[in-house]
């Protein structure tokens, strides 16, 4: 998709569809349309008014002479954030997706309360919300007309202000960022929507090398054999039911300094989770093809970083595996060793993020990270705490959770803290183990996962991010699709942005 910034007028720049955005009080709302009714020079009838009156939730497409004009609600300016800017940009470029047109002008908010400099952060967001509003996974559909086929292939911003062509580098560069990092969040969801029998441990492995090869960072892919002499005994435990062989991936982008201690992203990478022996319901179970969310994630972050050109070291690491039954499944009962030597007593079989995620978390020791974060859709009790509108964080180093609940602020990309306190600790222990897979009833689900990975940390800061409720959806909502999100990627990279501007 190209996206660019166009200084001139309206009516030299060729656009199919024009989207203005219009806030709900009565006067800006009167002279926004004024402006849009001299830019389009044509007159907006006045039925289309009692069906649209800027509120945040509403859209109109209105055809006036040989213009197709949408509007998409704000609400009051008084409550204006990023986010009403990126879900009415959202929503009218869906409005546009189903139309016969090829170009799409964007008018950019500018708002007399926000300055110059912020008009950068405006361009990108809006560039963003088009570029996941306009997603859709459909080549698996054999006939044409089964698919979303969206024909727009451009999309200019435009400004009713010539004041703004003073900002036009800030505008160019929130649009270059802002479509690094759309584009890598949909490749994250490309990532997630295919299927397990098309991604696997070892064609995710393949497929994430080749696509390295044209980025600027490396990917290196332990196999069975190495995984074994690694004594990763987590991976391997929960591959073995499944005909599919376990990998494990380690992307390497180095930006900063050679001296510079890098940051490690590990995601949890489930090509499918039919919980194993403690097998799942089978409804819904289909959706367990995106479990491997969290390193899709990761590989979505790399893409992004690699091209935003981040001055800093990064290293990914993604444990992936298939967790099926079989005779040769680990079970219930069972009692393995991680990486670290530790030994775990399986209780279930279905809790198979946190010991692939072990084995990811005390291998991360050995690059001395400065900081540790892990993505991974670990449990349903995620979904029922909070809901989908937020992923759940947690960790040993409040620094490092603050920062990234920032970064989710910008990005709306948000996480919510939950504690580990050591009260819930004892909960994980076991009778004949270091340590259980489970906690003892179904209280506080989401905490065990955190509880359970935190005794398998090194000496770093640490965070976890619980993306269950996030990374799949069940429906669509503004900008995310129904099944896969890329939840953690617009997150995680803004982590990374925000910790290169400190250096
Ligand atoms: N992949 C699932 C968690 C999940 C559930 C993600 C629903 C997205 C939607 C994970 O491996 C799992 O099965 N967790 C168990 C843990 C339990 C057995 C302690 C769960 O949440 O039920
Ligand atoms: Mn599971
Ligand atoms: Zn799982």
Redesign the pocket.
Known sequence: MKITFEKSKIEKIGADACLFLCYQDKKLFSEELNVIENLMKCKIAKVSLEDFEGKPNQTVLVYSGDHRIIMSGLGYQNDLTFERVRKATARGVKKAKNLKIRKLAIEILQDQTLEGVEIEDVARAQTISSLLALYSFDKYFTKKENKELSGIKEIVLFSQYNSLTKYSKEIESGIKSGTIVGEATNYARDLGNEPSNIIYPESFADLVSKRSKSRKYTVETLDKKALTKLKMGGVLEVARGSDRDPRFLILKYSGGKRSDSPYVIVGKG?TF?S?GISIKPAAGMGL?KV?MGGGAAVVGVFEAISQLALPINVIGLIPMVENMPSGNSFKPGDVITAFNGMTIEVD?T????RLILADALSYASKYKPKAVVDMA?????S?IAIGSVASIIMGNDDELIDKLIEAGEQTYDRVWQLPLWEEYDRMIDSEIADVKN?GQSRQA?TI?GGMFLKRFIGDYPWAHIDI?ATA?RDREADYDPKNATGAGVRLVTQYLVNESHKN
């Open positions: 489930v989770d919980g367990m479990d279930n279905d809790a198979e993020g859709t670990l449990t349903g009790a979904i489970t689900g065990m269950a799949m």
